[in-house]
């Protein structure tokens, strides 16, 4: 699935791990993800949890999508910064589940916790 995800291959996103229900991923905050402010755009930052998401409810086998997800955002990255998004199943019901991505910098400082559902399409 991410071999075709042209929006993570753009922006450098590397799968590091992969088993079923889990994934993590990187990705290198560059000059062009800064906002305003001098910090990572916080949709750079959901983008990577997403893709991490993606990749661990997709490891089953039939088509998974995101049915709804919300972010918190819990300190600041900044450009230089690399990013990693763990994401671990918490729970799969009929063609639903469950899971939690914690994003994290520099020596393990948590940037952001995201919660995505996920549905099997027919």
Known sequence: MLAADTASKALGIELLD???????????????MVNGHGLCHGGYVFLLADTAFACACNTYGPVTVAAGAEITFVSPAREGDVLTAGAAERTRYGRSGIYDITVTGSGGRVVAEFRGRSRELR
Not at 24 to 30: K, N
Request: glycine share 14%; hydrophobic share 40%; aromatic share 0%.
């Open 18 to 32: 992969l088993a079923e229900g889990r994934a993590t991923c990187r990705m290198a905050v560059t000059g062009e």
